[in-house]
């Protein structure tokens, strides 16, 4: 008896094709469905357009940031000091005749007193020896000291720079700029510090002999913030000790042409070549 059989392969084949329909679904009384595999394709643009654009917004919103940093900053910088960092007045000095060094000559105690204004005030009124002559209205900040002096209706603004150790002397035609002397001179914190205490101030006056000449270039950028917007249009000279040291005056000496007092000595100065400034100016204003 010879029986027959289909060869494995086409049983593979069969099983495999069997197995790789679809299969179908379908309710009572209903036509078959065919259940079709759903498939998202998300597109490659798509998310690099995404990636784009938020890497955009965040380079928009540090640009903004770094301006607006920069803003504040530069704002911030040309701010001056706040009101309630300055002490603002007046104040009287009493400038002695004569230049004894004895200390009922030399020295003062000056203090604050209770009113809205800083006033400088000596303990003996009306003293033979001495002049009421020289009136100062005070401006301290932290690393600014401005001086307005009234010497016999002249006025003369001395501005102290502890930043850059520049004093500047100004009145209503020129300007003059030298190196802060820190001898004649008292930090603004310390000057009301011992105006608060009560201290002894030394008054006695000293003399300086000076040579004004015209700043050079590198000179010229020190006059700068308040010196430069006060000396606006006026001439400008640089002034250089010419005795070598601050001394004291002596009694046949001629008149200072600027004086005032900064919390170390009455300080007066003499500008030796002043009259051939003036000779230079009044040339130079007739061409």
């Given at each position: 008896?010879?029986?027959?059989?289909?060869?494995?392969?086409?049983?593979?084949?069969?099983?495999?094709?069997?197995?790789?329909?679809?299969?179908?679904?379908?309710?009572?009384?209903?036509?078959?469905?065919?259940?079709?595999?759903?498939?998202?394709?998300?597109?490659?643009?798509?998310?690099?357009?995404?990636?784009k654009l938020w890497c955009f917004a965040l380079f928009m919103s540090f640009t903004m940031a770094m301006i607006l940093m920069g803003v504040i900053m530069t704002i911030y910088q040309r701010i001056p000091l706040m009101p309630?960092?300055?002490?603002?007045?007046?104040?009287?000095?009493?400038?002695?005749?004569?230049?004894?060094?004895?200390?009922?000559?030399?020295?003062?105690?000056?203090?604050?007193?209770?009113?809205?204004?800083?006033?400088?005030?000596?303990?003996?009124?009306?003293?033979?020896?001495?002049?009421?002559?020289?009136?100062?209205?005070?401006?301290?900040?932290?690393?600014?000291?401005?001086?307005?002096?009234?010497?016999?209706?002249?006025?003369?603004?001395?501005?102290?720079?502890?930043?850059?150790?520049?004093?500047?002397?100004?009145?209503?035609?020129?300007?003059?700029?030298?190196?802060?002397?820190?001898?004649?001179?008292?930090?603004?914190?310390?000057?009301?510090?011992?105006?608060?205490?009560?201290?002894?101030?030394?008054?006695?006056?000293?003399?300086?002999?000076?040579?004004?000449?015209?700043?050079?270039?590198?000179?010229?950028?020190?006059?700068?913030?308040?010196?430069?917007?006060?000396?606006?249009?006026?001439?400008?000279?640089?002034?250089?000790?010419?005795?070598?040291?601050?001394?004291?005056?002596?009694?046949?000496?001629?008149?200072?042409?600027?004086?005032?007092?900064?919390?170390?000595?009455?300080?007066?100065?003499?500008?030796?070549?002043?009259?051939?400034?003036?000779?230079?100016?009044?040339?130079?204003?007739?061409?």
């Amino acid at each position: 008896m010879t029986a027959l059989t289909k060869p494995n392969n086409i049983l593979s084949k069969e099983t495999f094709i069997k197995s790789q329909s679809p299969q179908l679904e379908y309710e009572p009384d209903e036509k078959p469905t065919l259940l079709e595999e759903k498939i998202e394709i998300e597109s490659d643009w798509a998310k690099r357009e995404c990636v784009k654009l938020w890497c955009f917004a965040l380079f928009m919103s540090f640009t903004m940031a770094m301006i607006l940093m920069g803003v504040i900053m530069t704002i911030y910088q040309r701010i001056p000091l706040m009101p309630a960092s300055r002490l603002h007045g007046f104040c009287s000095v009493s400038v002695p005749m004569i230049n004894d060094m004895t200390d009922s000559y030399r020295v003062l105690p000056l203090k604050w007193i209770d009113s809205p204004e800083l006033q400088l005030v000596d303990t003996m009124p009306g003293h033979d020896n001495y002049i009421n002559a020289l009136t100062e209205q005070l401006d301290l900040g932290q690393a600014l000291e401005k001086i307005a002096v009234s010497n016999h209706g002249r006025r003369v603004d001395f501005i102290h720079d502890f930043n850059d150790n520049t004093t500047g002397i100004l009145d209503d035609e020129r300007c003059f700029m030298m190196t802060l002397d820190y001898d004649v001179v008292m930090p603004p914190e310390l000057f009301a510090s011992a105006l608060d205490e009560g201290l002894l101030f030394d008054v006695s006056r000293l003399r300086a002999n000076v040579q004004a000449r015209a700043p050079n270039a590198d000179e010229m950028l020190r006059f700068a913030g308040d010196l430069f917007a006060s000396c606006r249009g006026k001439p400008a000279y640089m002034l250089r000790d010419t005795a070598g040291s601050i001394r004291k005056r002596s009694v046949d000496e001629p008149d200072a042409d600027y004086i005032h007092f900064s919390g170390k000595h009455v300080l007066e100065l003499k500008i030796d070549n002043l009259a051939e400034l003036l000779a230079l100016e009044q040339k130079n204003n007739t061409k």
